[in-house]
């Protein structure tokens, strides 16, 4: 079509045909940016008489990104993308603030800031001015929009670093205090199989609680279907090319002037092959299809087409035999199984591909011979079961008594260690943990399940009290035996938990700082701009936020 363009380019058909190429062009991908830039909406925020353009957030997207993998950090771009856009917004308005209050970052500072970033040292430590030359050249960065940015990076972090001296020594206190206490539990670990039930059902009862649990007795819905496979090995001798295929194919090439044909006839016959073998592939297994659609026998459909036909009997969603627990053994089964599931009884599913172990194509299909729904099974046919399951509740219900009746009896002032003694119970005395579950001891890792399930509730009860909790199936009654005081902490502990309040509170403070500028300054965003920049970002966030 090209070449015929050109051939007839001075026409009067082929202008009119290329101007309403270009206007379409025009109209359909280049109005909407026109449009915008006339109406003056062609940026992603604006703060002030500040515009951020598609353009400077792409750039400085490209340089965080850059500088992250530099540091070999693991990214989350989506949160990335997030981040920097905040990023950019809130550096912006602190600019705008530090400029009304005569704010300058002078030369020395940017000196001093730039050269001290990794990535422009050499492995000497030394600034290498021909490494930041590359990164903005390779970015596509100007070196002013990448002077703006970074004077704005100085001033946000400034401005950040001056709210770390709010004085909040109450506050971190109290945070510490809070944070650094730990408690110590007494554990008694009641397993349901260790009680004995001795009472034997009637046939009335265990008839009556297979009909109140019917989720014990539920059978899996299982499917029985043939697979029928199409190899293309078994197409490629119905594929034939002479020798004026070749000559004809060696005509339209446009290599011809520079390769001769016997150093292509081999390229050629090989490209030939591969298009018309898919095309004798389409073919077919269309032909299958439709002939399966119209009712003919699965079996004599196989004959005609030379396919390859495996059935398989009564498997569920877990890919698993009813009767012989065997799975269904192919490579692609769990394709199979996920095909299989999604189609109804009597009907076929559409060709898929896979690839065997020779690299060679099958194409394959299924055929659904019969479901078996999914039921609860006659009391008849699962009695002993039912016997077994009403066991196993017997045995809770007797865990679940003594629980209670242990909890109850140390929140009215037992001592769990005496009681469990009593009924012939082992108690243990857990390591002393903190508010987020950390143990003091780690070499004790038998008690990190049960620590981890009942670190939040237990900072919430006094010495003394306790309750009980089921961790892997088993019920663990405890009670709080020791409150550790903060002031028993290790120093080291304290001051960690001091920074971490420190640098919450200045993330919080500059954010608030940032939220009461963003209205001075008047933020606006360009949410249907912001939706095209990032697709993936959720813009919700912005609207609460600005």
């Known amino acids: 079509m090209l070449e ?50 598609p353009a400077m957030f792409k750039q400085e997207r490209a340089k965080k990104l850059h500088m992250l993998k530099s540091s070999n950090r693991k990214i989350d771009e989506k949160s990335l993308t997030s981040s920097i856009l905040h990023q950019i917004i809130w550096e912006s308005i602190i600019d705008l603030a530090s400029a009304d209050f005569g704010f300058i970052v002078s030369d020395s500072t940017m000196k001093e800031y730039i050269g001290g970033m990794n990535m422009f040292r050499d492995e000497q430590g030394r600034f290498n001015a021909n490494l930041l030359r590359n990164l903005l050249y390779k970015l596509q960065i100007p070196e002013p929009m990448f002077l703006e940015l970074s004077k704005k990076e100085i001033k946000s972090a400034l401005v950040k670093s001056a709210l770390k001296y709010v004085s909040a020594s109450a506050e971190a206190d109290m945070y510490i205090d809070a944070n650094l206490e730990k408690r110590r539990l007494s554990l008694v670990e009641l397993n349901p199989v260790s009680f004995e039930v ?73 490209s030939i092959k591969q298009e018309r073998l898919q095309s004798k592939i389409n073919e077919v297994t269309r032909q299958i299809e439709d002939t399966l659609m119209a009712g003919e026998n699965v079996e004599n459909v196989a004959k005609k087409f030379n396919l390859k036909v495996t059935n398989v009997e009564n498997v569920n969603a877990q890919n698993k035999n009813s009767k012989s627990q065997e799975v269904l053994k192919t490579p692609y089964k769990n394709d ?51 016997l077994v399951e009403w066991t196993k509740d017997r045995r809770q219900r007797k865990t679940l008594d003594m629980a209670n009746d242990l909890a109850t009896k140390i929140n009215e002032g037992g001592n769990l260690e005496k009681l469990a003694a009593e009924h012939g119970r082992i108690c243990n005395i857990s390591p002393a943990f903190d508010r987020l579950g950390a143990a003091s001891d780690d070499k004790n890792k038998k008690f990190a399940d049960l620590i981890s399930a009942v670190h939040e509730e237990v900072f919430s009860k006094n010495k003394g009290e306790g309750s009980y909790k089921e961790v892997n199936g088993k019920i663990i009654v405890y009670q709080v035996k020791d409150i550790i005081p903060a002031k028993q902490a290790d120093p080291q502990d304290a001051s960690k938990y001091r920074a971490n309040l420190s640098q919450e509170m200045t993330d919080d403070l500059y954010q608030q700082l940032v939220g009461y500028l963003s209205k001075k300054y008047e933020v606006a965003i360009n949410y249907e701009m912001l939706k095209e920049s990032a697709e993936d970002l959720d813009t919700s966030e912005f609207n609460e936020i600005f």
Request: proline share 3%.
């Open 336 to 386: 199979i199984i996920s095909v299989v599931f999604s189609i109804d009884e009597g009907t076929d599913s559409s060709f898929s591909e896979i690839q065997d172990d020779k690299k060679n194509r099958i194409f394959w299909l299924v055929h659904l011979d019969g479901v078996t729904p999914r039921h609860v099974e006659e009391f008849e046919k699962v009695s002993d079961k039912a």
């Open 4 to 53: 015929s363009i050109r051939r007839h380019s001075n026409s009067i058909g082929v202008k009119i045909f290329l101007m309403v190429l270009a206007l379409t062009f025009v109209f359909c991908f280049g109005l909407p940016d026109i449009i915008r830039k006339l109406s003056g909406k062609d940026y992603l925020v604006k703060i002030g008489k500040v515009r951020i353009t």
């Open 198 to 270: 001795k009472e034997k059902p009637s046939t009335d009862e265990l008839r009556e609680f297979h009909q109140n649990n019917p989720d014990f007795f539920m059978v899996d819905e299982f499917r029985s279907f043939r697979i029928l496979e199409l190899s293309e090995s078994s197409l490629e001798k119905e594929v034939v090319i002479s020798d004026d295929d070749l000559r004809e194919a060696y005509e339209c090439s446009p290599e011809r002037k520079e390769r001769a044909y016997d150093e292509m006839k081999a390229e050629l016959g090989l």
